[in-house]
């Protein structure tokens, strides 16, 4: 069975960074079609973040685009958030959603979210 894992959140300071990782583990996985991030701050709606499809294309939000980098790994089972000049109002859960091919077809979905904060 697919399984999706954030990790990389944390505490830190505004204007610093931080890299979060989105890694896709069993169920036979090959590789990410694609991946999306989404944050979630408290009370607030989940909001898209950046996206990038196997062909390397990447999107973002126009609130972090110049901040933020998404990228894969050369096996494109892990995709990477590298998050800098990051600003309190960047404080929220991450989540990525992915659609990943496996030997048997395809799996979509989310992982459990990664905690960030921002603040001094």
């Known amino acids: 069975q697919v399984q999706l894992v954030e990790s990389g959140g944390g505490l830190v300071e505004p204007g610093g960074s931080l890299r979060l990782s989105c890694a896709a583990s069993?169920?036979?996985?090959?590789?990410?079609?694609?991946v999306n991030w989404y944050r979630q701050a408290l009370g607030e709606r989940r909001e898209y973040v950046a996206g990038?499809?196997?062909?390397?294309?990447?999107n973002y939000a126009d609130s972090v685009k110049g901040r933020f980098n998404i990228s894969s790994s050369a096996a494109k089972t892990t995709v990477y958030l590298q998050m800098n000049s990051l600003k309190p109002e960047d404080t929220a859960v991450y989540y990525c959603?992915?659609?990943?091919?496996?030997?048997?077809?395809?799996?979509?979905?989310w992982g459990e979210g990664t905690q960030v904060t921002v603040s001094s």
């Open positions: 959603y992915g659609d990943v091919q496996t030997t048997t077809g395809r799996f979509r979905g």
């Open positions: 069993g169920g036979n996985i090959l590789s990410f079609v694609s």
């Open positions: 990038i499809i196997s062909s390397g294309t990447t």
